[in-house]
């Protein structure tokens, strides 16, 4: 049975929990408010914002598999976690960071199209086109996460069963295991480049060709019109990858350089940082989320 270990900051765990337990607070309240919001205003009901919506919907689910299981370390020292849980914690972790990564991409092709070609928006992007580019988004982080429990299941664990972590991860799960992990390094790697590289370059090629295409206009308002509907998709790009590029980097090469007590809150904010802040982000960058919120307060108070 693996067992969590935060030893390293056990001193400041209730500290350290607040902030955590907080931000989950906040990002349960944000993202099914957004969710609701969308579904609710119909000037919402937009590629961009049926888009958002999965991305809000991912984002809740992906804090949700890991912050529950680390409020009650810090709090309760429940430690231990059955092996299989551990496996299902694992993919599911995986699972949901590789459909969000999938998500972003769309959101940036979805822009894309709007400032490239923005009449022919509504009818390239029509609600069946986004429900099976979200479907396939889903399958495809799905399905390729499901061998990791499988081959992390047939490795042998005769030594310790300390996770230095507050969830069960691939690569933390398989530094246990007294075998060769090569296969499981290699897949591993592999999925990061059919998830991770191919997302970040369909975004750069999609930001390229908007730049070329926002450059060419002759107005600066236009411009700046332009500009603006992409801020709060980069800010999301930028508050999602970074923090999951360090993980999976001082994963690989930076386990003896990076202390302990770093990697783990990282580990933590990676997960938890982009469904706190992409509420908030899209409700003060975008104009039509402000207004609907605005437009839904007041129309209670006049209901009230």
């Known amino acids: 049975m693996p067992v969590f270990n935060s030893l390293c900051l056990e001193r400041v765990h209730v500290w350290i929990s607040l902030p955590l337990c907080t931000m989950y607070i906040i990002s349960l309240v944000g993202n099914l408010g ?75 092709l979805d822009r894309y199209i709007a400032i490239c070609y923005p009449l022919r928006y509504a009818t390239i992007l029509t609600n069946p086109i986004i429900a099976k580019a979200g479907l396939a988004t889903f399958l495809r982080g799905v399905l390729l996460m499901i061998p990791f429990p499988f081959l992390v299941k047939r490795l042998p664990f005769c030594q ?75 800010s999301a790009i930028i508050i999602t990858y970074v923090p999951a590029f360090f993980t999976f980097f001082t994963h690989r090469f930076g386990e003896h350089t990076i202390p302990p007590s770093l990697h783990i809150i990282v580990a933590n904010i990676y997960l938890l940082l982009p469904p706190t802040l992409n509420p908030i982000v899209y409700g003060v960058k975008t104009k039509q989320i402000r207004d609907s919120v605005i437009k839904f307060f007041q129309g209670d108070k006049g209901a009230g």
């Open 160 to 234: 310790s069963n300390i996770i230095s972590h507050t969830y069960c991860d691939h690569m933390s799960v398989v530094k246990l295991s007294c075998a060769s992990i090569k296969v499981n390094v290699i897949y591993g790697l592999m999925v990061a480049l059919l998830i991770g590289v191919f997302d970040i370059c369909c975004i750069s090629v999609s930001y390229t060709m908007i730049l070329q295409a926002v450059i060419s206009l002759s107005s600066s308002d236009a411009r700046q019109k332009a500009f603006s509907t992409c801020t709060a998709h980069i």
């Open 34 to 108: 957004l969710v609701y919001l969308i579904y609710y205003e119909e000037s919402l009901h937009r590629p961009m914002y049926f888009f958002l919506a999965m991305l809000s919907l991912i984002d809740l689910l992906t804090c949700t598999t890991t912050l529950p299981n680390a409020l009650c370390i810090f709090w309760f020292s429940l430690k231990e976690i059955n092996f299989n849980a551990c496996l299902s914690q694992m993919f599911f972790v995986h699972g949901f960071t590789g459909v969000e990564s999938g998500v972003l991409m769309l959101m940036a």
